[in-house]
């Protein structure tokens, strides 16, 4: 009796021990200080050979994809950045390119599969030649936002043929989607490239709305879980669905969107957020599925807690719908549960979670600095 009334009054109050003060991690300017410690460590794989082939070398053998997401995350992130501290511009910006030229080399050289996971191989793709906008847009947005924080001429044509080969490919589907594997469109993907066709708008004075707006209404109409009402993470170019949604894909699919169509974004994270997102105890996580649909484990969504449905990969997608959706408390509580669950190690200034890797610990960044590209886009002004 008396362990359970001391875990009823002690449980509540568990998350307080673990709970950090917002600005540690959210500002609406300027760079929380959870920012500058996790970017340092991915500066420093970036600028130590050694310790980038060790890290990479150990995620490509999970996940091929992790390597690829890692550097686009991180170069994501560094733009936002940049933009929040116009002083760390000389620091950021070499980075930035090395990543870029980096990535831009091993898709020459190796091929775009380079970054796919095995079963990228296996068929061939629909449309011809084989490309995936997997790739194709993450570059793209990573070209943009470089762009947006500094011009550089030579990114400007990069750019421009990426945006011209994704919406060629998107407008041979149904509903307005490129694959990113064989026969197989993701979310996650095309709404990443609508974001970097929207900035090379921006930049270099492209009108692509009438092919953003027909994205949205077909994917309205026929990319909505009919439950939910949230978009199905995968489907096949002609709009079939093939799994429904997912807490990997939707919370950064809405970030995404609120340079396309704000009201859907806002929709659609607020069904996320009604669907997916739980507060236990002070404790914040995401499930991965809805109650309505359950889909496989896969090396995306990791193993789900049972009975909660707790996906810890889904959670750090939530970080990032939550910071570009203003949602404090849901973000105050995600971040209770890193600091309970992922162990934290700082040395020397730099900071990585234990229980994370690479791509994840850039994902957690990117939530941190997320927001000045949107803003400088959506404003029609350059920084």
């Not at 673990?18 to 200080?33: S, V």
């Not at 910006?93 to 980096?102: G, Y």
């Not at 775009?112 to 570059?139: C, K, N, T, W």
């Amino acid at each position: 009796m008396a362990l359970a009334v001391g875990a009823a009054v002690w449980l509540p109050l568990l998350h307080l021990f673990f709970t950090l003060d917002l600005p540690e991690f959210h500002r609406a300017h300027g760079l929380p200080p959870r920012a500058r410690q996790l970017a340092a460590r991915h500066i420093r794989l970036w600028t130590d050979e050694a310790l980038r082939a060790e890290e990479t070398a150990r995620m490509r053998l999970r996940n091929a994809e992790w390597d690829f997401m890692g550097r686009s995350f991180l170069v994501w992130s560094l733009a936002n950045m940049a933009l929040r501290d116009p002083d760390l511009r000389p620091q950021v910006l070499p980075v930035m390119d090395r990543v870029i030229e980096e990535t831009l080399r091993v898709e020459q050289e190796s091929g775009f599969q380079h970054f796919l996971m095995p079963y990228g191989r296996v068929a061939p793709f629909v449309v011809a030649p084989a490309r995936s906008l997997f790739v194709d847009g993450e570059i793209a947005l990573m070209l943009g936002m470089r762009r947006i924080v500094q011009e550089k001429p030579e990114y400007a044509p990069l750019l421009a043929a990426r945006v011209d080969l994704m919406v060629e490919r998107m407008k041979r589907s149904p509903v307005l989607s490129a694959e990113s594997y064989p026969d197989e469109c993701w979310t996650f993907c095309n709404t990443v490239a609508l974001a970097a066709i929207r900035i090379a708008d921006f930049l270099d004075g492209t009108d692509h709305s009438d092919f953003l707006a027909a994205w949205v209404s077909a994917a309205r109409e026929q990319l909505v879980d009919p439950t939910t009402g949230l978009l199905v993470a995968t489907y096949t170019p002609g709009g079939h669905r093939l799994e429904g949604p997912e807490g990997t894909s939707i919370w950064m699919a809405a970030h995404c969107l609120q340079l396309v169509d704000q009201e859907f974004a806002e929709d659609q994270y607020r069904r996320a957020r009604r669907e997916l997102g739980r507060i236990a105890l002070g404790f914040g996580y995401a499930r991965e599925w809805p109650r309505s649909w359950v889909g496989p484990m896969d090396v995306d969504s990791g193993p789900a807690v049972p009975l909660l449905g707790l996906s810890a990969a889904a959670s750090s997608m939530a970080l990032i719908g939550a910071g570009a959706f203003g949602d404090t408390d849901y973000l105050s509580a995600l971040h209770a549960s890193l600091q309970f669950a992922a162990f934290p190690s700082t040395e020397d200034g730099a900071l990585k979670y234990c229980a994370s890797n690479q791509v994840g610990d850039a994902a957690l960044l990117y939530s941190t600095v997320l927001g000045p590209v949107w803003d400088v886009v959506r404003g029609g002004g350059r920084p």
